[in-house]
T-cell receptor
Framework: KQEVTQIPAALSVPEGENLVLNCSFTDSAIYNLQWFRQDPGKGLTSLLLIQSSQREQTSGRLNASLDKSSGRSTLYIAASQPGDSATYLC???????????FGSGTRLLVRP | ETGVTQTPRHLVMGMTNKKSLKCEQHLGHNAMYWYKQSAKKPLELMFVYSLEERVENNSVPSRFSPECPNSSHLFLHLHTLQPEDSALYLCASSLQVGLSYEQYFGPGTRLTVT
């Protein structure tokens, strides 16, 4: 059974700092891995989706990497801003299922 | 309206009440999903519908009853809930059910059971 873990559960950084959020998964047979952002009380917004054949994806200040062999993905946020404050969720999809398996998320606070 | 919408956004109900959550997607998708997000727990998939047919029922108690009258609308009927059912209920849709199809999420309904 796939399990997805995100560390740390919460992170507080000063504005302008570069930061890394971690996601690990137990079953390396994944089809893709997706990073989402969730603002308080809101739904999920997809940030980046990495296919299993890819090593990384970039969108603006965000860069997500995927290492299937070690069961890890990271989300790198460059030059963080207070508007980046949110909960970041990663979710993996196994190569035999349409189901998304979510981690518990990392709650990020960027202090002005 | 665009994307995936959910109503109501907030709901407080007693354990003996009956209420319904509504989800509507304006994306022309054929698959719709209900998820539950409890405090400090990962999102849990509850139900999946493809072309109005239920294809997944993830061991959800019968006090939750889904309904999909057409591919654009999805309901979650609630009755005799428990306080531990308090959570954020998220609806999502995708073009089809399958590996390649990205899911798009609604804003959620925050449910409190008193």
């Amino acid at each position: 059974k796939q399990e997805v873990t995100q560390i740390p559960a919460a992170l507080s950084v000063p504005e302008g700092e570069n930061l890394v959020l971690n996601c690990s998964f137990t079953d390396s047979a994944i089809y893709n891995l997706q990073w989402f952002r969730q603002d308080p009380g809101k739904g999920l917004t997809s940030l980046l989706l990495i296919q299993s054949s890819q090593r990384e994806q970039t969108s603006g200040r965000l860069n997500a990497s995927l290492d299937k062999s070690s069961g890890r993905s990271t989300l790198y946020i460059a030059a963080s801003q207070p508007g980046d404050s949110a909960t970041y969720l990663c979710a993996s999809r196994k190569d035999s299922s349409y189901k998304l398996i979510f981690g518990s998320g990392t709650r990020l606070l960027v202090r002005p | 309206e665009t994307g995936v919408t959910q109503t109501p956004r907030h709901l407080v109900m007693g354990m003996t009440n009956k209420k319904s959550l509504k989800c509507e997607q304006h994306l022309g998708h054929n698959a719709m999903y209900w998820y539950k997000q409890s405090a400090k727990k990962p999102l849990e998939l509850m139900f999946v519908y493809s072309l109005e047919e239920r294809v997944e029922n993830n061991s959800v108690p019968s006090r939750f009853s889904p309904e999909c009258p057409n591919s654009s609308h999805l309901f979650l009927h609630l009755h005799t809930l428990q306080p531990e059912d308090s959570a954020l209920y998220l609806c999502a849709s995708s073009l089809q059910v399958g590996l390649s199809y990205e899911q798009y999420f609604g804003p959620g309904t925050r449910l409190t059971v008193t």
